[in-house]
């Protein structure tokens, strides 16, 4: 008989902590969730929104036998474990867990572990704890907030303009995609030039600035601006000041979610998904000779907290491997995120010992990677500012005045860590001596135009996500991906571009839902979870309160936002002669036939053809231009036609170039 019982969320997890224990122990693992909220009740939100938004859940489906399973080996145990992941879903989980299994009939606890070490856990076994329900009652009134919008809003829009889904997070990370292209579209570049004195010293290529004209700051806006100057510049170039002062490098934050991701998409090239699968293997473990071996701690996570085991174990690793005045110890950190939760640790290794390098044979090259940034931003963060210095020299000709910089390391200190993945800045200057007359320098003028801020890449949507107090540590891979996957935003050079149906998405998001759907409401309703989770507000009134706000917005859009789809055409079906109808599926637009389901037809709808504008505005609409087109179906294929530019929206046509001769 089994005396006690350990319940995890992930079987790998559990093949680790299984070596750990004694024979005593049965680990097994509930794979994640066991109940979801069902799809009965109002919207099939699986809410009573009539009882205090009561929520309704069922098993999942495909964890029946799961529960079966559990269950028997509950009923044989002495005492139960749940030891779920830990944060808020990993407390909902266990919640579901206590509940399903009735263990109030049990003896159980409610175990936590940051990291998947022996002492760690059995530290856990020796210090459980009830569930706590302020954290479950937080993850339950996200799941129920979200539950709502994405029900209610995503059969909306696929109802009206074909668009797939919608949500809380996903379409507000929507919107920043699409308000940074209007930004890029609105942009008007502006020319610019630069002057460079291009010289050589002691074999060194070196290129100063032209920065001002006695003291006044220089402004070149054309080749003319730049001609002028260099006409009144003579032959000797003066090195007028050298000056030197050292600067201090502070090291980098350990990791935590965002930054993680930040940092392998820059210096490793892995998406947020993949970033974050690699860290979940190395969590749960790796085996190793014969023991199965947790290397970091928990990757969800928004505190940059080290614990004193660790930073004491740090400090005799630095202190042994590069002397004492490497040491800094854990110091003060600027960080962008808002809402920071403390519960849990930055991301670390979570043995020292477990050094990169010894553990490269028994990981595969991408975990190598990530593991070996982990480990090294980690230690990194306790060791010594490095020192630069930092050189300005000013080069002057007829009162104008050039500028040139470089640094050099005078004390390596942190970078000693993290040479590889640090940008090296450093310029070391050859010797430059003031008074010196600079010989055979050449001027040279560069033309240059103002660029559009950037598109987002993956890095830079988590970094403004998370500075804007958008979404959670575990949320942002999933935002990413759902983006991609329902064709609201393409990758185009490493950065996101919103496909049309992204922009009409978000137009009428923005049209019908900006009361909610934006980026303060989301991050003051990120703020409320953290005040549920804390206790300091009760879950069911937060979700009162979004629904007194969100119910009147939907019915007034369900009830004015205009319906695109099916769109009727002018061509028949090959089949019965039906009109054929566009319709929006998984894969785009297609043609269907008007007579389903009694006629089957479908077809692809063919690319537009180039559109040649004859440059009259509809009269219609007034707003698009009649365009020349080419009938592509029925018995006027191949026939020549004239249409509005903005079909479907204005279905103007005209069969002739006479009939539209007299609306210019």
């Not at 299984?18 to 005593?24: A, N, P, R």
């Not at 500012?385 to 000709?397: G, K, L, R, S």
């Not at 010989?439 to 949507?461: G, H």
């Not at 007034?556 to 109808?581: F, H, N, Q, V, W």
């Amino acid at each position: 008989m089994t005396k006690y019982l350990v319940i995890v969320e992930s079987p790998a997890k559990s093949k680790t902590i299984e070596k750990y224990l004694g024979d005593e122990y049965t680990v097994t693992s509930s794979k994640g969730h066991i109940r979801d909220l069902t799809t009965r009740g109002y919207g099939g939100f699986g809410v009573d929104i009539d009882n205090g938004f009561e929520p309704m859940y069922k098993i999942m489906k495909d964890k029946k036998e799961t529960v079966k399973e559990l269950k028997a080996l509950v009923k044989k145990a002495d005492k139960v474990y749940l030891a779920t992941d830990p944060d808020r879903e990993g407390e909902a989980i266990s919640w579901h867990l206590y509940e399903t299994l009735n263990l109030v009939k049990k003896d159980y606890e409610r175990i936590v572990f940051h990291e998947i070490t022996k002492n760690a856990v059995l530290n856990a076994i020796d210090n459980g704890r009830s569930i706590d329900m302020d954290l479950v009652h937080s993850q339950e009134a996200r799941r129920i907030i979200d539950r709502i919008i994405g029900f209610s809003l995503s059969k909306l829009l696929q109802k009206k303009i074909g668009s797939k889904s919608a949500g809380r997070v996903q379409s507000v990370a929507l919107k920043l995609i699409v308000d940074r292209e209007k930004e890029i579209d609105a942009f008007n570049s502006k020319e610019y030039w630069e002057m460079y004195l291009n010289f050589v010293k002691k074999n060194k290529k070196l290129k100063a600035l032209l920065l001002k004209e006695n003291d006044e700051n220089v402004k070149l806006e054309s080749k003319a601006d730049c001609e002028k100057i260099e006409k009144q510049l003579n032959g000797d170039y003066v090195i007028k000041s050298v000056e030197f002062k050292n600067k201090n490098k502070q090291a980098k934050a350990p990791f935590i979610t965002s930054t993680l991701q930040q940092e392998a998409s820059n210096k490793l090239n892995f998406q947020a998904r993949k970033t974050m699968q690699i860290a979940q293997t190395l969590y749960e473990g790796i085996d190793i000779e014969n023991e199965r071996v947790g290397l970091i701690t928990y990757m969800r996570t928004d505190s940059i907290r080290l614990s004193d085991e660790f930073i004491k174990a740090a400090k005799d690793y630095i202190v042994k491997n590069y002397g004492s005045k490497y040491y800094k110890g854990y110091q003060k950190f600027k960080t962008n995120t808002k809402n920071v939760q403390d519960a849990h640790e930055a991301i670390r290794p979570s043995n020292l010992d477990n050094t990169p390098e010894s553990l490269k044979s028994y990981l595969s090259a991408d975990e190598f990677k990530l593991y070996e940034m982990i480990y090294d931003r980690a230690v990194s963060s306790l060791m010594s500012d490095a020192i630069v210095e930092a050189e300005d020299v000013i080069i002057e000709n007829n009162g104008f005045k050039f500028g040139l910089a470089g640094e050099k390391t005078i004390f390596d200190g942190y970078l000693k860590q993290v040479s590889k993945y640090e940008d090296d800045d450093t310029k070391a200057l050859p010797e430059l001596t003031e008074g010196d007359i600079i010989k055979n320098a050449k001027v040279e003028s560069i033309q240059k135009f103002t660029n559009p801020p950037l598109r987002y890449s993956e890095a830079r949507l988590i970094k403004r996500m998370e500075e804007l107090g958008i979404g959670r540590p575990s949320t942002y891979a999933v935002t990413i991906d759902t983006l991609k996957t329902r064709g609201y935003a393409k990758i185009e050079k490493k950065t996101f571009v919103p496909t049309n149906q992204g922009k009409l998405t978000m137009a009428k998001l923005e049209e019908y839902f900006s009361s909610v759907i934006n980026v303060k409401y989301t991050a003051e309703m990120e703020h409320a979870l953290d005040e549920i989770s804390e206790g300091n507000i009760k879950w069911a009134s937060e979700v009162e309160k979004f629904y007194k706000d969100y119910k009147p917005v939907f019915d007034k859009a369900e009830a004015s936002m205009e319906r695109m789809y099916p769109i009727e055409t002018d061509e028949l079906c090959p089949e019965c002669g039906s009109k054929l109808l566009i319709r929006n599926g998984r894969f785009g637009e297609f043609l269907a036939c008007s007579g389903f389901p009694k006629c089957h037809y479908t077809a692809k709808k063919e690319a537009p053809e180039p559109v040649i504008s004859t440059g009259i505005k509809c009269p219609n609409c007034e707003t698009g231009y009649i365009v020349e087109r080419i009938s592509k179906r029925g018995r006027s294929k191949g026939q020549k036609f004239y249409a509005c530019g903005n079909y479907p929206a204005c279905k103007t046509t005209y069969t002739s170039l006479d009939e539209i001769k007299g609306l210019k």
